[in-house]
């Protein structure tokens, strides 16, 4: 991916919060914050509850893209939304928080 590619204002190494299951393959991205508070980016298996502190891992954006590249289409996420779908083939819905 080249920088022009990037879709993201933010850059690729910074530090997002995600679940294990998503980084270790087991999981797909079900839900996605941008929270207005500090700017933070979350990627979770769902929307029902919240990961435990054990569950979440600190990675990058750039990581997360690797990953799902779905993700690219929640660039322009305002702070203080978030978004969500029912199925990893279906398309993301959003709303402000």
Known sequence: ???????????????VIANR???QG???IAYV?????????QFHTSAQEPP????????SLESIMKIDG???ELADL???????RKSKS?????AKM
């Not at 991916?1 to 530090?15: D, G, H, I, K, R």
């Not at 279906?90 to 959003?94: L, T």
């Open 1 to 15: 991916m080249t920088s022009n590619q990037w879709p993201f204002s933010e850059l690729p190494n910074v530090a």
């Open 21 to 23: 299951k998503i980084v």
């Open 26 to 28: 087991r999981e797909w």
């Open 33 to 41: 914050s941008h929270d207005s508070d500090d700017g933070a980016w």
């Open 52 to 59: 435990t502190e054990g569950e979440a891992a600190l990675v």
């Open 70 to 72: 779905t993700i690219a």
């Open 78 to 84: 305002p702070l203080g939304w978030h978004a969500w």
């Open 90 to 94: 279906e398309p993301w819905q959003r």
